[in-house]
């Protein structure tokens, strides 16, 4: 057991980041006001550097002013860049709020007003300038506005062309201004609509190759958005990793059925972050690991650096328990048994005539197949076990 003080301490090849907007949540919702004051973004990023995080991500908007005229701009983004050097935290993702402005009510890139949607492209567009500037690789594009209340304001088939033209525009200017920035499209299935368009990473993965540079977009799936939904986050994490397209992660908690809690990682359902961070270690990804997450309402500041200090510490501790479930001898035997062909069933990976033959003349015994023991009951009881540090 390491010894509470000098483990599990972050560090920049971790690759941990958070957003302006999850430290310097000020805990506003629907029924109250805030609770906490305001930071600057300058101090939110020395709060950064305090609690050892990498990156800080933000929107134009947490940065710069919505009405900023080009030279404020360039002075605000000149003395956040230096902010950031001064306190050794690097910019690796950035975005644009398409969601908060009260023009963006119905949606930006899927609005029916030519107007809303021209202006959504156009403060994107200036948004990857101020990525560019502070050196993000990565930009993503998150539609909180994209949907309706009722299905009569537009054909869903409608805004699913009119947000292909706006990421192809976009993918355009990226390749013009030599930006080199990867887009992660990160999709959520209600709130703030009452139904957001492209619900999960699995509807993004269906739509990205139908764009004219599928290379340069990916995905961003977000722990929250699909268990609010009641799904199994893993599984679309590993199919956007098996089709290459894992650009970012958002990392949080939050219970299936309820509203939008960004809980702090591994907060509310702890197997299933262990099974994410088992996944993302054994397959080598490299992105940053970003905490789209915030701290309780009851919290002030110092509960602040507890949370994104806890984010940190337990993907930490997973991760050391990653480690311990792929080198635990009872769960990696039980797990080489269940994959073995003793049998010498046909190998269905080429397809010919002749293969196709053999398979058609082959005899399953079904009964000795079902005589095979699927031990996962033990499988799972010893993950269980290790989790809670039994020997
Ligand atoms: C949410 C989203 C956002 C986005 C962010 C980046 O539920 O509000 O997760 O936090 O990730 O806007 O585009
Ligand atoms: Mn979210
Ligand atoms: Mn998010």
């Given at each position: 057991?390491?010894?509470?003080?000098?483990?599990?301490?972050p560090?920049?090849?971790?690759k941990?980041?958070?957003?302006?907007?999850?430290?310097g949540?000020?805990?506003?919702?629907?029924?109250?006001?805030?609770?906490?004051?305001?930071?600057?973004?300058?101090?939110?990023?020395?709060?950064?550097?305090?609690?050892?995080?990498?990156?800080?991500?933000?929107?134009?908007?947490?940065?710069?002013?919505i009405?900023?005229?080009?030279?404020?701009?360039?002075?605000?983004?000149?003395?956040?860049?230096?902010?950031c050097?001064?306190?050794?935290?690097?910019?690796?993702?950035?975005?644009?709020?398409?969601?908060?402005?009260?023009?963006?009510?119905?949606?930006?890139?899927?609005?029916?007003d030519?107007?809303?949607?021209?202006?959504?492209?156009?403060?994107?567009?200036r948004?990857m300038?101020?990525g560019?500037?502070?050196?993000?690789?990565?930009?993503?594009?998150?539609?909180?506005?994209?949907?309706?209340e009722?299905?009569?304001?537009?054909?869903?088939?409608?805004a699913?062309?009119?947000?292909?033209?706006?990421?192809?525009?976009?993918?355009?200017?990226?390749?013009?201004?030599?930006?080199?920035?990867k887009?992660?499209?990160?999709?959520?299935?209600?709130?703030?609509?009452?139904?957001?368009?492209?619900?999960t990473?699995?509807?993004?993965?269906?739509f990205?190759?139908?764009?004219?540079h599928?290379?340069?977009?990916?995905?961003?799936?977000?722990?929250?958005?699909?268990?609010?939904?009641?799904?199994?986050?893993?599984?679309?994490?590993?199919q956007a990793?098996?089709?290459?397209?894992?650009f970012?992660?958002?990392?949080?908690?939050?219970?299936?059925?309820?509203?939008?809690?960004d809980?702090?990682?591994g907060?509310?359902?702890?197997?299933?972050?262990?099974?994410?961070?088992?996944?993302?270690?054994?397959?080598?990804?490299?992105?940053?690991?970003h905490?789209?997450?915030h701290?309780?309402?009851?919290?002030?500041?110092?509960?602040?650096?507890d949370?994104?200090r806890?984010?940190?510490r337990?993907?930490?501790?997973?991760?050391?328990?990653?480690?311990?479930?792929?080198?635990?001898?009872d769960?990696?035997?039980?797990?080489?048994?269940?994959?073995?062909?003793?049998?010498?069933?046909?190998?269905?990976?080429?397809?010919?005539?002749?293969?196709?033959?053999?398979?058609?003349?082959?005899?399953?015994?079904?009964?000795?197949?079902?005589?095979?023991?699927?031990p996962?009951?033990?499988?799972?009881?010893?993950?269980?076990e290790?989790?809670?540090?039994?020997?």
């Amino acid at each position: 057991m390491k010894s509470k003080s000098t483990a599990y301490q972050p560090r920049p090849e971790h690759k941990f980041s958070f957003g302006l907007w999850t430290v310097g949540n000020r805990g506003r919702d629907p029924f109250g006001d805030f609770v906490r004051p305001q930071l600057s973004p300058a101090q939110l990023v020395d709060l950064l550097a305090e609690v050892g995080a990498w990156g800080v991500n933000l929107h134009d908007n947490d940065l710069v002013p919505i009405d900023a005229k080009p030279r404020e701009r360039d002075r605000i983004v000149k003395g956040f860049k230096k902010a950031c050097k001064d306190a050794g935290i690097v910019v690796p993702m950035a975005t644009v709020s398409l969601f908060f402005h009260p023009v963006f009510r119905d949606g930006a890139f899927t609005a029916n007003d030519p107007e809303v949607r021209a202006y959504a492209v156009q403060k994107t567009m200036r948004a990857m300038d101020i990525g560019a500037e502070l050196g993000a690789t990565i930009f993503v594009l998150w539609g909180g506005r994209e949907g309706v209340e009722t299905d009569a304001s537009r054909r869903p088939d409608e805004a699913f062309k009119r947000l292909r033209e706006a990421v192809n525009y976009l993918c355009e200017y990226n390749l013009d201004r030599g930006y080199g920035f990867k887009f992660a499209l990160e999709a959520k299935p209600n709130e703030p609509r009452g139904d957001i368009y492209m619900a999960t990473t699995g509807h993004y993965l269906g739509f990205i190759p139908t764009l004219d540079h599928p290379d340069m977009v990916g995905v961003n799936p977000e722990v929250a958005h699909e268990q609010m939904a009641g799904l199994n986050f893993l599984h679309g994490v590993a199919q956007a990793w098996e089709e290459g397209k894992l650009f970012h992660i958002d990392l949080n908690d939050q219970m299936p059925g309820r509203y939008d809690q960004d809980f702090r990682f591994g907060s509310a359902n702890l197997k299933s972050a262990f099974w994410l961070v088992n996944f993302l270690e054994n397959v080598g990804y490299a992105g940053p690991r970003h905490f789209d997450a915030h701290a309780y309402r009851t919290e002030d500041y110092e509960g602040v650096k507890d949370f994104a200090r806890g984010c940190m510490r337990t993907y930490l501790i997973l991760k050391e328990k990653a480690e311990q479930w792929r080198s635990d001898k009872d769960i990696q035997s039980i797990l080489k048994t269940l994959v073995a062909n003793k049998s010498g069933a046909p190998s269905l990976a080429e397809y010919s005539k002749k293969n196709a033959s053999g398979l058609l003349a082959c005899e399953f015994d079904k009964d000795k197949i079902l005589r095979k023991r699927l031990p996962y009951e033990r499988l799972d009881q010893l993950t269980v076990e290790l989790l809670l540090a039994v020997d």
